[in-house]
């Protein structure tokens, strides 16, 4: 069980990398609504597991927080 969790993990990290890689900049709410239906098919992804990989990408420098917003993030090329 734990090699699934570490691959829902990965796959929900890529997920969004994709996502914001297209959009460029996201609120957080919609990035979360966009990542459940992209990934809905294949597993139901709980939200505090996507915040939790929001954070990781935030930490490893993917994307970052918009100046000025609490709620807003931009991927970092």
């Known amino acids: 069980m734990k090699t699934v969790d570490e691959d829902r993990k990965y796959v929900i990290q890529a997920t969004i990398v994709r996502i914001m890689k297209a959009r460029k900049s996201m609120k957080n709410q919609q990035l979360i609504q966009e990542v459940i239906s992209q990934i809905s098919a294949r597993f ?4 505090p597991d996507i915040k939790k990989a929001i954070d990781t990408l935030l930490e490893k420098e993917y994307m970052e927080r918009v100046d000025g917003t609490r709620d807003t993030f931009a991927y970092v090329a």
Do not use: M, N, V
């Open 44 to 47: 139901a992804p709980k939200i």
